[in-house]
């Protein structure tokens, strides 16, 4: 058999033999795409495959499904719109179209109820066959709510061999821990505590022989134990009690025998009278000193240098006396702080009042004020006693009336207005503007209720149109105590306080006058008052907060659980606030 190949150069065929091997010609990159382009039409002239027709197929009836499901689904909708199920139940109350939208309603809510799923748990096989002996071991082992009548547990469920008791038995000792509540008292507390009235008797008896019964501080707390009733129905006898009646002292109440145990083992019934033991405690009161920058804040400064919130608040309080704090305390100033500081030896400490208060500039003191006389009054270390200040602002507000003439709110006419008047809200604290002796206190013409003081050297003030009172006649009122309440009592439009100031009897103009008050050291006073100072400064910065060294017999408190987790939070003793 003959084949003919590809023609030649004139165009004439050219045989092949059989068994000749046919060559592949490789097609230059140009020739192959003009050729791809008569394929690729060649293509779609073609007779489609039968797997190109049943896809053709396929796709045409999801297209003819897709356009029934719309068409059907836009007819739903045109007819649901004429329906109008849900219509605004606000508008036509009480028409056919409202009773409409109300049953709809009323049947999707109870439709919503009728599908509410069910809660209850589902019941599974177990894993494991469950015969009668193991169902009742596994029941003995359960939790099961007594509010329900569970009857589980080993020793819960008694049997027939269990005998009822006539009566319970009692404990022979009780052991409590009671506080005495503010307000309460050290004989009604062991009232309620269940002590029998005898015992009560004594033990107030021998308390009040070591320290005044009214004067245990409220909150103190103290260990009860309670013995064996004599009799049914009978209070139980006081065996025990112990409390810390002072910082210095412990007191301790007991019976012969309690905590005593026998040569065979049991322990001693107590029985006796009541006997006070004192157990003293020694306690270190070297004054706590506390140094540190200024910084950007003062207080924020005191604070975290560890200075208790009160006694910063003193400080401050007692420096802006004497100092305007804002303009002359600067950031790279130190301040100085001694306070009254009491450590034990079981470990308890008790910051107490501030008794110097400091400002060092550049190693040098610039302000020295140390706490001196029954009167709690700070005096500079030259021992004069002096407010530097001025005079303070009775109240809180702005000024809206100078001293001088002006036309009167409610009378109309021009007249001479005595004071200055203070802007305030009704029942506005009113303080004293220094030291003074309330000479009247009362109602006052057209001033209203009103509060006279008398400060000395000629000079008073008066305070008006109050709504009441806070001091009465001859009282005697310290710089910045409240003596009244802002109101608009008398010939007043509203509430404010009219403040006047008088010398000699005369009124004169308030912001003219700066009062002072001085008080002077002199002779063997002030020369206590110059040793005292020199002991403070001698006081060396946090050396009270070191834990006094136990000396022999001593022991410490124990310490609560709970006292362990924040002693653990708040550090070290040397870096907490005492």
């Given at each position: 058999m003959s084949g003919f190949g590809a023609p030649d150069d004139a165009g004439r065929a050219l045989a092949i033999r059989p068994g000749t091997a046919i060559v592949p010609v490789p097609v230059d990159p140009a020739t192959a795409r003009e050729l791809k382009r008569y394929l690729d039409n060649s293509r779609q002239f073609a007779e489609p495959t039968a797997a190109q027709r049943l896809k053709r197929r396929l796709v045409a009836q999801r297209d003819r499904a897709i356009a029934r499901f719309d068409a059907r689904r836009q007819d739903a909708s045109r007819w649901f719109d004429r329906l109008d199920l849900a219509p605004d139940l606000g508008e036509n109350i009480g028409s056919r179209?409202?009773?409409?939208?109300?049953?709809?309603?009323?049947?999707?809510?109870?439709?919503?109820?009728?599908?509410?799923?069910?809660?209850?748990?589902?019941?599974?096989r177990p894993a494991m066959p469950l015969d009668p002996a193991v169902n009742s071991e596994m029941r003995s082992q359960m939790v099961l709510p007594l509010a329900l009548g569970a009857d589980?547990?080993?020793?819960?469920?008694?049997?027939?061999?269990?005998?009822?008791?006539?009566?319970?038995?009692?404990?022979?000792?009780?052991?409590?821990?009671?506080t005495l509540a503010p307000g309460d008292s050290f004989v009604s507390m062991l009232r309620r505590a269940g002590v029998a009235a005898e015992d009560i008797d004594r033990a107030a008896a021998l308390v009040g022989q070591a320290v005044a019964v009214g004067d245990i501080a409220p909150g103190t707390q103290m260990d009860l134990t309670l013995g064996r009733r004599a009799a049914a129905g009978a209070p139980r006898p006081l065996d025990a009690l112990s409390f810390r009646a002072r910082f210095d002292l412990e007191l301790a109440l007991a019976r012969p025998g309690v905590g005593q145990v026998a040569a065979d083992g049991t322990p001693v019934i107590p029985n006796?009278?009541?006997a006070l033991q004192r157990k003293p405690i020694r306690v270190d009161e070297t004054p706590l000193r506390v140094r540190g920058l200024v910084g950007s804040s003062l207080y924020r400064s005191m604070r975290q240098a560890g200075v208790p919130a009160s006694a910063v608040q003193d400080y401050l309080k007692t420096l802006d006396e004497q100092?305007?704090?804002?303009?002359?305390?600067r950031a790279s100033d130190e301040f100085d702080v001694i306070l009254s500081y009491r450590r034990a030896a079981t470990g308890e400490r008790q910051a107490g009042q501030l008794l110097y208060a400091g400002i060092d500039r550049a190693g040098r003191a610039r302000t020295q004020l140390m706490r001196w006389g029954t009167g709690g009054r700070f005096y500079e270390a030259s021992g004069v006693g002096e407010q530097r200040r001025g005079l303070l602002a009775p109240v809180p507000g702005a000024i809206t009336s100078n001293y001088g003439m002006r036309r009167h709110p409610i009378l109309g006419y021009f007249r001479m207005h005595s004071g200055m008047d203070f802007k305030a809200s009704h029942g506005t604290p009113i303080v004293a503007v220094s030291d003074a002796r309330v000479s009247s206190a009362g109602r006052a013409g057209g001033c209203g209720i009103a509060v006279r003081l008398e400060h000395g050297g000629g000079l008073s003030t008066r305070y008006c149109h109050m709504s009441r009172m806070a001091v009465a006649p001859?009282?005697?009122?310290?710089r910045g105590q409240v003596i009244g309440y802002v109101g608009s009592t008398g010939l007043s439009t509203g509430a404010h306080l009219h403040y006047e100031m008088y010398r000699g009897g005369r009124p004169?103009?308030?912001?003219?006058?700066?009062?002072?008050?001085?008080?002077?050291?002199s002779g063997t006073e002030l020369i206590d008052f110059r040793r005292r100072l020199l002991m403070l400064k001698e006081v060396v910065p946090g050396a009270a907060l070191a834990d006094l060294a136990p000396q022999a017999g001593e022991t410490r408190e124990p310490v609560r659980e709970i006292e362990k987790i924040d002693t653990a939070r708040q550090g070290p003793p040397a870096a907490r606030a005492p």
């Open positions: 179209r409202w009773l409409r939208g109300l049953g709809t309603m009323v049947g999707l809510g109870v439709a919503a109820i009728a599908f509410w799923p069910d809660l209850t748990p589902l019941e599974a589980s547990g080993r020793r819960m469920g008694p049997t027939t061999a269990v005998i009822p008791l006539k009566s319970a038995p009692e404990r022979p000792q009780i052991a409590m821990v009671v006796g009278p009541l100092i305007d704090i804002e303009r002359e305390v001859g009282m005697t009122v310290r004169i103009n308030p912001a003219s006058v700066q009062f002072v008050n001085r008080a002077l050291l």
